[in-house]
Every structure is written in structure tokens, then in C-alpha cells.
């Protein structure tokens, strides 16, 4: 499995981004995609969770109304919707996938690369 992370950027607090992950070499549609991130000097958090089998998502408190995690599976794309964009979201966000326990967990199976987050105040 490959994930490729992409649709990082620069925006002013306030702003939207959305943040793609494209897998490949998936054995079923059944997975779940972690959204982590990690900001300079602090340890890597987990965002959301995306479940591919019910479309559901959940969230960390610190973004919960503002991301929303989701997937296109016909396209083999998950996608992390960013609104209300504050400086402290500003970190490398990387996404994950894992089909074994179909669980979002700092352990897991498939990392993308990692997209940039800058978010200006």
C-alpha cells in the first residue's frame, strides 16, 4: 500500500484547506485513514479517523467542528477538510491507512510522505 499525501499550503488564520491522501495497492475498500500531524518540537497527535466500511469519522477535541475527514472510494482518495484555520494547526500532516485492524492507532501499517501546514496569524 502507498498513500500520497498532498494539498498542503500557506493560508491566514481563518482559512480552509483540503488535504488529499490517494492510496494504492489497497486489498479491499474496507480501511481506516488516520490523519496525524506533527508540528515542530512537539510529538505527533492524532486529527481524525476516517472508516471507509461506514463512512464514519471521528475527531480530536482541538478540531472537532472545524475538520472533517472523508473518502472517495471509487477514487481510492481520502480527503481531510480544514476549516477555521488557526496557528496551531500549523504541522507536517501525514495520513495513514490500515487494513489488519481497520482502527486508527500511532502504529499503523501505511504512512504517506507528509503535506506542510502553515497557518498564518
Known amino acids: 500500500v502507498q498513500l500520497q499525501a498532498s494539498g498542503g499550503g500557506l493560508v491566514q488564520t481563518g482559512g480552509s484547506l483540503r488535504l488529499s491522501c490517494a492510496a494504492s495497492g489497497l486489498r479491499s475498500d474496507d480501511v481506516a485513514i488516520g490523519w496525524f500531524r506533527q508540528a515542530p518540537g512537539k510529538e505527533r497527535e492524532g486529527v481524525a479517523c476516517f472508516s471507509s466500511s461506514d463512512g464514519s469519522a471521528y475527531y480530536a477535541g482541538s478540531v472537532k467542528g472545524r475538520f472533517t475527514a472523508s473518502g472517495d472510494m471509487d477514487k481510492k482518495t481520502f480527503y481531510l477538510q480544514m476549516n477555521s484555520l488557526k496557528p496551531d494547526d500549523t504541522a507536517v500532516y501525514y495520513c495513514?491507512?490500515?487494513?489488519?485492524?481497520?482502527?486508527?492507532?500511532?502504529?499503523?501499517?501505511?504512512w504517506g510522505q507528509g503535506t506542510q501546514v502553515t497557518v498564518s496569524s
Open positions: 495513514a491507512a490500515d487494513q489488519r485492524y481497520k482502527h486508527c492507532y500511532p502504529g499503523m501499517d501505511y
